[in-house]
Structure formats: structure tokens, C-alpha cells
């Protein structure tokens, strides 16, 4: 019963919702300000702005690693706070921007293991959601290598591995074609159009958000300024290098 | 830069599940937390003088390394920075300790250098039995035993991630020397006057990196309390029982009768 009106609830409601939501760390000046806005069930949504905007902040609010915001900032219906932190963490994952952060195990399999065996599954459904984990980046055959071996590219798949393995409903990269080699970067793009459910995309390699995404929100200095379209907003030379952007090389090319 | 690159690696071997797939696997973590914890109490309990003694408890080391194929010598090798400062333990004993105790052929053995054997002996057992447990079962094994014993989920945590952080440490270690050798070509090492800011830097870097660690190890469900199970599923009751109480049982044995003079002495009724 209880978990019937849950459902219809959630099913009118954005997965990922803010509301005046204003961030500062530890006391100091702003670095979010005032942000509100939705993402809903199956968006791809870009997350934009120069160094120091707070991209990564955004994300890490959002699934609970940093306390102590104002506003509201919800996932999946709940808010994010303490009493619900295990919950959320099963509903939206965070891709870290350095993949030697996210792996500290020393194979893949372990891993990406590691999430499903920290929430108590037995080794049959943990070794059924590796594998499905590792087949939808598409390193199966990487199951048993040694992490510290594996070059950048491999390394951010196992990555976004060990948080799909959760099945979470939103997944939230950070920046994840930083550092990558162009091939390994359209591998990823790939990737990431395939990837199932919600997802936020923070970079600012536009061309991989125009690749993957069909909404983008411009963030500046930890507001939002702008919430659109992917390709209205990345096509707007002016709004984008009053905040610190430059268009994308793709579209410089079509235009010339 | 490449030995860094092998600490990394072999710190990196040990934070895995249970590495054992044999009969091995059957033994529970605690078992062997146990056996190991005994056999570390066995052996330090050695008196200075009893190196015969002492030596008799690397039946265990040999059986273990066999048993499980853990490369004995290749771990030796591995481990050998870790028995440089062991070595220096027994210094004091070698200078003060002069009294002969017999002779070996016309080499006089001094109780000094009796005791400074036994003590290098205990140092270099304790080290190799910690490194076998830890292959044996896993840094996370480890941990899961810990708790079981009754070990506070959060002192287990920091043993965790102080592990954690010497993995990462020696990776920005890397990385930076890396970086500035490629700046400063011709150099060997680091320039004494940027030691500072590069130590500073190097806290700074790596302590970051170490709440990522920790933030990515909170945001996969890790609570740091819960005893979870890994491969301990696999584990067998009756075999653990068995080895534990057959390994303490041989510990006990070892250190109250003086197995090898036995064996000296009946080998020597023979010659
Ligand atoms: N741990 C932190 N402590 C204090 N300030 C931080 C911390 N992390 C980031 N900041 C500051 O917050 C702002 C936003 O940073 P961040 O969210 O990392 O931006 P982005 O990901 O868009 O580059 C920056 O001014 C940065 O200096
Ligand atoms: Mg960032």
C-alpha cells in the first residue's frame, strides 16, 4: 500500500530536483547560489561553466558528501539528508573526475564487486551485476585485470563499472572525458549515450555534452544562468565566453 | 621510480579478496587471524638465548607458504626493506652482551650474538606471518575478522584507510617526481631548496585524494560496522575449528618442548 502511493508519487516528480539550493564550504564565500532546477526520469542533461563554477559541487550535494547545504535538494523523491543517505546512494551514483579515486581495489572484478557486497547481496546476484556492470561499458574481457595496469581510458570505464553495478536510476559524471585520449573520448561518448537512466554530464569539453545530451544548464560562479536546449545554448557564442567558455570545435567547423 | 611502482603493486596484491582457491579457502579469515595472532605471541615469547627454539617455528611459515604457494623466496625478497630496521634491533645486544656461550668449531658464539639472532629471527617470522595473513585473507578479510573479534568498527576503519593512503601517497609520490625530474633534467632527485613545497604539496595533494578514496568507498555503501560477508561464504566451520586448533596445538607443543635439540640429540645418538 505504502510503497503503491510512494510509486505514483515519484512517478510525477523529477528524479533530481533543487530548490534555492545555496552552498558554501565551510563557512566561506558562496560557491552555489540560489540553484533551482529539475531533471527528470531518463534526461541526459550537460552541466556547464568554467573551472570553479561548482560542477563538481553540484554533484557531490547531491549525493550526500557534502552536508550542511540550504535549500532543498532531493533524489529520487527523498531529500538528500542523513536518514536517507543509504537510500540515495542506490539511486544516484557519482563517477569521480580522477579514476584513481573511485578504484582502490586491486582487479576489476573486485571492485566493482565492492558496492553490491557492501549492501549484503550473495555472490551469485554480486557476480550477475558485475558482469551486466562490466558489459555495458564494454570491458568484459578486462574482468580480471589488474587496475594499476590499465591506461586512463580503461580505468574511467571500470569507473563508471563499479557505480553501475549498484543500478542506480541517475548516474552523475564528473568530467569524465578529462584526460582522455580522443579515441578512448569517442569510446566514452558512446558509452555514455548508451548508459540507461537519468544522467547528469559535468564538463566543460562541450562537444562531449553536445554529443550526449539534448538539455544543458550553464552554471557561473554557482548560479545557474542558463537552462535550455543543448543546442541553443552551446551555439550562443556571446553567453557563452562572457562565462569563460568557448564554443565547441565541432560547431566552429560547421559554421566555417 | 620503478621500485615505487612495485611497492604500489604489491600493496595494491594484498587489498583483494582472499587470494586462496584450494582447500585454503575453506579456512575462515578468523581461523587464520587467530592462528597468526598465536603464532605471533608463540614466537616473541621465545627466551633471548633459545634460537633453536625460535627456529622451530618456521614449520609454520614453510608449511603455510607451501601449503598455500605463496613464493617464499620471492617474498623474502619483497619484504627485505622491511627487515633493515629489524636488523638494527639487535645491535645493542651484539656490543654488550659478550659472555661466550660455546663455540662453533673454533668461532667463539657470544650470548650477544645468540640474542641478536633470536631477536633478528623473531623480527623477520612476525613480518613474514603478517605478510602471509594478509595475502592469505585480504586487507578486507582483515578487517571483517577484526570486527568479528569484537574490534570497533571505527578503529577497523582507520586501519583501512591508513592502508588506503599509503597506496595513494606513494602514487602521488610518483606522479610528482615524475613531474618535476621532467621539468629538471639533469637533476638526480629532488633539489634540496624544493623539498619543502614539495613535501607540502604532496599532504595536501594526497590527503585530498584520500577523502576521494573515502568518498567513493561511502557513496558504495561501505558503513565501516556492518560484518559483511566476502569470501567467507565459502568457509567451512569444521575445517576452521580444525585449523585453528591444530596450528595452537603445535604452537603449544613447539615452544614447551625443544624440538630441534630432541632432533640434534637423536641424531647425534647416531653418529
Ligand atoms: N574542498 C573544498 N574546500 C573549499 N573550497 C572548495 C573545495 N572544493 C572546491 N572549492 C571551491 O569551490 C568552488 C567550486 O569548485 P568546484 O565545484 O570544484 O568547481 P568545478 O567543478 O565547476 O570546477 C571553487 O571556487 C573552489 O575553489
Ligand atoms: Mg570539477
Partial sequence: MERETENNKMAGRPEIRTEHLTFSYDGGKEVLSDLSFSVFRGECV?????????KSTLLKILVGLLPGYQGRAEVGGLQVEKKYLRQIRTKAGYVFQDSESQLFLSTVYE???????????DEKEV??????????????????????RMSGGQKKLAAIATVLSMRPEAILLDEPSGALDPGNRRNL????????????????????????CERTLLLGEGRLIKDGPTEEILTDEKLLSAHGLELPLSLIHRSR | MDRLQTAIAALHEVDRESSTYGVGSRVHPLARLIVCMGFLLTTVSFAPYDLAGLLSMSIYLFITGIWEEIPIRKSLSGLRYLFVPVCFLGLANLIY?????????????????????TLFGKGVFSIMAAFFLLRLIGMQGLCRA??????????????????????????????MWQAYTLRAPGHRGIHTGAWGS?????????????????????LRGYDGTSIREGTESRAGTGISILYTIIWLGVFLLLRSIPLFHLVGSWLGGFM
Wanted: net charge neutral; aromatic share 8%.
Fill in chain 2, 146 to 175: 577484526l570486527l568479528r573479534l569484537g574490534i570497533p568498527g571505527g578503529t577497523v576503519t582507520v586501519l583501512l584507510l591508513t592502508w588506503r593512503y599509503l597506496i595513494v601517497l606513494l602514487k602521488e609520490i610518483r606522479r
Fill in chain 2, 198 to 218: 614539495f613535501a607540502g604539496l604532496l599532504l595536501l595533494r594526497s590527503m585530498d585524494r584520500a577523502a576521494d578514496v573515502y568518498h567513493s568507498m561511502l
Fill in chain 1, 111 to 121: 571492485d566493482v564487486a565492492f558496492g553490491p557486497r557492501n549492501y549484503g547481496l
Fill in chain 2, 97 to 117: 652482551d659478550k659472555d661466550v656461550i660455546y663455540y662453533l668449531g673454533s668461532v667463539p658464539i657470544t650470548g650477544g650474538m645468540l640474542s641478536a639472532f
Fill in chain 1, 189 to 212: 561518448i558512446r558509452v555514455i549515450r548508451e548508459l540507461p537512466g537519468t544522467k547528469i554530464v559535468a564538463s566543460h569539453d562541450l562537444d562531449l555534452i553536445l554529443d550526449t
Fill in chain 1, 46 to 54: 550537460g552541466l556547464i561553466g568554467e573551472n570553479g563554477a561548482g
Fill in chain 1, 127 to 148: 557476480d550477475r551485476r558485475v558482469m551486466e556492470a562490466l558489459e555495458q561499458v564494454h570491458i568484459e574481457a578486462l574482468k580480471d585485470r589488474q587496475i594499476y
